[in-house]
């Protein structure tokens, strides 16, 4: 009798310790209503896109934002600041292998490898981001509401090979050239 209980006891301890999760909540982003927004800078100006999320999802401990996968459709890269003929040029120069090469490397993904709290809804993330194949770590702040996150990165991209005007690769480029750091603001709601 005593062996009958001490059998039962042990398997519901294990029973629902192996019930528990362990890794906390993934919560999918919904890919069609979160945005990402990227904005670029020359010497005379700057122009403004976007970009569609393939697939994302974040993970939380509990309330706590624990880490965080994407995938990011490069194809979809559009400028939003021009229209017509220009738009048109740029956008396809963008997709050119001058630029992000999207029919070679159709997708750029980031993976969070560090999350570490930085006040009540807000985290300092780090992550590896892979654009044309290369994967560098990126540094950045990412702040949750519900069942919103925002976040802002600054990519330089001299470091994934992206050389087309910029000073770090060529001389002498005057008021054509491209700055190498370009900026990610992402919405993302799940």
């Known amino acids: 009798m005593k062996r009958n209980i001490l ?5 519901v301890v294990f029973g629902t310790a192996i019930a528990a999760p362990i890794d906390g909540e993934k919560k999918e982003v919904n890919a069609e209503t ?11 100006g700057s ?4 970009i569609s999320l393939k697939s994302g ?13 994407f995938t990011v459709d490069m194809t979809t890269i559009n400028t939003t600041d ?11 120069h963008l997709h050119s292998d001058d630029f992000f090469a999207t ?4 997708t750029a993904t980031l993976v969070f ?4 709290a930085s006040g ?3 985290y300092e993330v780090t992550g590896d981001l892979t654009i044309k194949g290369i994967t560098k770590p990126v540094t950045f702040d990412v702040s949750v509401y519900g069942s919103k996150a925002t976040a802002t990165l600054k990519v330089d991209r001299a470091a994934y090979n992206v050389q087309y005007g910029s000073g770090s690769f060529f001389d002498n480029l005057g008021d054509k050239t491209i700055y190498d750091e370009f900026d990610l603001v992402v919405d993302l709601e799940f």
């Open 113 to 116: 490898t560090n999350v570490k």
């Open 82 to 92: 021009l229209e017509g003929d220009y738009k048109a040029k740029l956008d396809g």
């Open 34 to 44: 979160s945005t990402v927004t990227w904005k670029a800078y020359k010497v005379t």
């Open 7 to 11: 059998t039962l006891a042990l398997a």
């Open 57 to 69: 999802a974040l993970e939380f401990d509990g309330d706590k934002l624990s880490g965080g996968e």
């Open 120 to 122: 009540k809804n807000s």
């Open 47 to 50: 122009h403004t896109g976007t």
């Open 103 to 106: 029919a070679s490397n159709p």
